[in-house]
């Protein structure tokens, strides 16, 4: 039988290091290995003694893309442990700062890092001089992200401003305001996003998955709400490891996770969009329709529509936020110190981020666990790897190997939650039937 | 006057080499803007400014702790050499703002050999010492013109 490997030993245009190991035999695909780290393992162990108010801090240095979504799934998980209620001023502002997480990191990703993929340039740098509006379109984009980041986290990296209980410090009505003319803009260039993310040209790739995101009765999930899946999952933050486990492949440092008695699941743009279409604003909602993007998406390569169609939520209901805010009496409250347990779920730009502590009666911290949203879909980027190799069999191995790399990247994986880079390498034996 | 960025994540080993430099020029009272290293941040924080300094983490083989100059408006900058665990970083902005013609007028790199990148992990002995000696040197020139070649 003839056989051959691909090996990348250098993905691009990824979140960290790791490598893609891919055995085929004829057209049968033998083997696919993900191999990288699990760097949030060391913090959870950082976390033990230390003081449950330290906890969004140290969490935010687990990765430098999405530090608000581990604040967040820290804070909402203590604050839970604790019993605490936050002012609904303060919540809304959690909603704006994870709003400003997610206008950077899907500008990054769709502009930036997954768009070269489908317009066939080795890299946005490649691509910036035929394509200079977008990227210039992108640049704007991303700084209005970092821009409410640094107001709402007090400085632009490691963000600090987060506190158990609400925030340190709240910014003015004005100070939010003046947000509103760039947040309009940015609804504007997202819509634009979505047609022509809609233009492209796709792989005819469907693949039969389960989609598991959060869903709140009254909104497009970020901060709350139940655990669900398009297979009956249904679930209350504190029953997840109830449902899920993880489990460790020797392949890699990285632990993957699965459905208890059911096996891989998709987290992220997809599984959000197609369970919560219905909770979309609707400047969302129509230029989904306009770009003939309907619920359920199936195939991962439009997941680039998909993050255009987040973009334009997230800029929406920025200029919501920005419009209601009225700052709250107190910037937090004062949390006491007792024993206790939390979990909580919030959405991370790439998906469903599960933190849970317990702590002792003086509130210092006995155990943490940290399930970021890129482990949750390893084992689903190696299920499509799987079932995509088979469909380029024919092709020739260059090709084939960039194929591989775009097929991972429709995942935007974070392996700086996992890992640094990560390596293909394409191996061919002699008697390969590619040329 | 000249705008000095410092990169990388002081929680992830000698990734932090960029904020040691950083803690080094603050006790003279230089200002220094923080960066995560992210190109697309990296680009806004020279934006308007016409002289540049960049530090940050890197691994091109070299024993750790060796410090290398590149002044990065004269030449293409060695990506492949550049690595730190900013996947979209330093080497990307500078190559996308000359494409863009957004590279400031001067722009000097600063490179310090990094050896391990493990969150909790402190900075190397050797990576601490040479941040010590770079800021110095930043310090005596900055209005610096380095060669284009590594250090």
Request: charged share 25%.
């Amino acid at each position: 039988m003839t056989a051959r490997t691909i090996k990348v030993e250098t993905l691009a245009r990824v979140e960290g290091e790791g490598s893609l190991y891919i055995k085929m035999a004829g057209d049968r695909v033998a083997d696919v290995k993900l191999k990288i780290y699990e760097p949030p393992r060391m913090f959870e162990a950082f976390l033990r003694g230390r003081h449950y108010s330290e906890a969004p801090d140290i969490t935010a240095r687990i990765c430098g893309i999405c530090p608000i979504a581990y604040q967040m799934s820290a804070v909402h998980a203590i604050e839970r442990a604790l019993g605490v209620r936050i002012d609904p001023a303060v919540r809304l502002l959690r909603r704006l700062f994870y709003c400003g997480e997610w206008i950077e990191s899907h500008t990054l990703h769709v502009y930036m890092l997954h768009t070269p993929d489908f317009l066939g340039y080795e890299d946005v740098i490649a691509m910036a001089g035929a394509h200079r509006q977008v990227v210039e379109t992108a640049l704007r984009l991303k700084k209005i992200g970092n821009r409410i980041v640094s107001l709402l986290g007090g400085r632009e990296i490691h963000p600090i401003s987060t506190a158990v209980g609400g925030f340190y410090k709240t910014p003015t009505k004005a100070q939010l305001l003046e947000l509103l003319p760039d947040l309009e803009w940015a609804v504007q260039a997202s819509l634009d996003a979505v047609q022509w993310t809609a233009g492209l040209d796709f792989p005819n790739f469907e693949q039969d998955y389960e989609f598991v995101a959060l869903r709140h009765p009254d909104e497009y999930p970020l901060n709350e709400g139940r655990l669900v899946s398009n297979r009956g999952l249904d679930i209350d933050a504190a029953e997840y490891e109830d449902h899920f486990t993880e489990y460790h492949v020797k392949h890699s440092n990285a632990l993957q996770s699965v459905v208890r008695g059911r096996g891989s699941y998709l987290v992220g743009p997809l599984a959000r969009f197609n369970l919560n279409f219905d909770k979309l604003p609707a400047v969302a909602q129509e230029a989904a329709t306009r770009a003939r993007l309907q619920p359920p998406v199936k195939n991962p390569f439009r997941s680039i529509i998909v993050r255009a169609v987040e973009l334009v939520f997230a800029c929406a209901e920025a200029c919501r936020i920005a419009r209601e805010y009225e700052p709250p009496v107190a910037p937090r409250c004062e949390t006491p110190d007792r024993a206790g347990m939390g979990q909580a779920i919030t959405e991370a730009p790439r998906g469903i981020l599960y933190h849970r502590y317990a702590f002792d009666d003086k509130g210092l911290i006995l155990t943490a666990k940290i399930v970021p949203p890129t482990s949750q879909n390893l084992r689903r980027i190696e299920d499509d790897l799987r079932e995509y190799a088979a469909q380029l069999v024919a092709w020739p191995q260059k090709e084939a190997t960039w194929k591989c790399e775009q097929a991972i990247r429709n995942y935007d994986p974070c392996i700086s939650c996992a890992t640094h880079f990560l390596n293909l390498v394409v191996d061919r034996t002699e008697d390969s039937i590619l040329p | 006057m000249t705008t000095i960025i410092c990169c990388g994540n002081p929680d992830r080993g000698d990734d932090g080499a960029g904020f040691l430099v950083a803690k080094q020029l603050q006790t003279f009272g230089v200002p220094v803007k923080m960066c995560s290293g992210e190109a697309t941040s990296l680009l806004d924080a020279w934006t308007g400014q016409a002289n540049v300094v960049v530090v940050d983490a890197v691994r091109t083989g070299d024993p750790v702790g060796t410090i290398h100059r590149w002044a990065a408006t004269e030449a293409a900058f060695p990506r492949a050499r550049f690595a730190s665990t900013h996947g979209f970083g330093v080497a990307e902005a500078i190559e996308l703002a000359r494409t863009l013609g957004l590279l400031p007028s001067q722009l000097c790199v600063y490179g310090i050999e990094a050896g391990q990148f493990e969150p909790g992990a402190d900075p190397s002995a050797a990576v601490q010492q040479a941040a010590v000696t770079l800021a110095a040197e930043i310090l005596e020139g900055l209005d610096c013109a380095p060669s284009s070649q590594p250090g």
